[in-house]
């Protein structure tokens, strides 16, 4: 059964991960990317553009299918060695979270919905990937 994720990264890092075909979660936590399997599918929420910083994007800033193989570690450079999985990214572009607020079941009446997001990666229903998918590739909603 194909589920769905949000993950969550500043926007710079997920543009790090588009260019490679990989999604880390969790400043690069194995466990959280365990939970995923392929054929899953993810979008990545930024709620800043720089780790850190205040300036909030707010946007889903990318999207896609979870590749066939296991997590596996990479050593990005003094002794930092986070754990990523494989994604094949999609056609899309970014998408503000505001016009989805009051639609998304994760976030429609809760007015502290970013909450969740610092757990760095939550599951979410196929409706919700469909209208956030749908928002990215500029389509209308279902």
Same mark, same amino acid.
């Given at each position: #059964?194909?589920?769905?994720w949000i993950? !969550?990264?500043?926007?710079?890092?997920?543009?790090?991960g588009? =260019? &490679?075909?990989? #999604?880390?979660?969790?400043? &690069?936590?194995?466990a959280?990317l365990?939970r995923? =399997?392929? &054929?899953?599918? !993810?979008?990545?929420?930024?709620?800043?553009e720089?780790?850190?910083s =205040?300036?909030?994007?707010?946007?889903?800033?990318?999207?896609?299918?979870?590749?066939t &193989?296991?997590?596996?570690?990479?050593? #990005?450079?003094?002794?930092?060695v986070p754990? @990523? @999985?494989?994604?094949?990214?999609?056609?899309?572009?970014?998408?503000?979270?505001?016009?989805?607020?009051?639609?998304?079941e994760?976030t429609?009446g =809760?007015?502290?919905?970013?909450?969740?997001?610092?757990?760095?990666?939550?599951?979410?229903?196929?409706g919700?990937?469909?209208?956030?998918?749908?928002? #990215?590739?500029?389509?209308?909603?279902?």
């Open positions: #059964m194909t589920r769905h993950a !969550v990264a500043s926007a710079d890092h997920v543009r790090r588009l =260019k &490679g075909n990989f #999604m880390q979660v969790c400043h &690069g936590k194995i959280p365990n995923i =399997k392929a &054929g899953d599918h !993810v979008a990545y929420y930024s709620p800043t720089i780790i850190g =205040k300036d909030g994007p707010q946007s889903f800033t990318a999207i896609g299918t979870v590749k &193989g296991d997590s596996y570690s990479f050593d #990005m450079g003094n002794g930092f754990s @990523r @999985r494989d994604v094949d990214w999609h056609e899309a572009q970014t998408a503000s979270i505001r016009p989805l607020l009051d639609k998304l994760f429609a =809760k007015p502290n919905w970013g909450a969740q997001s610092r757990f760095g990666l939550f599951q979410i229903s196929a919700d990937f469909e209208l956030i998918e749908a928002a #990215m590739k500029n389509k209308t909603a279902p």
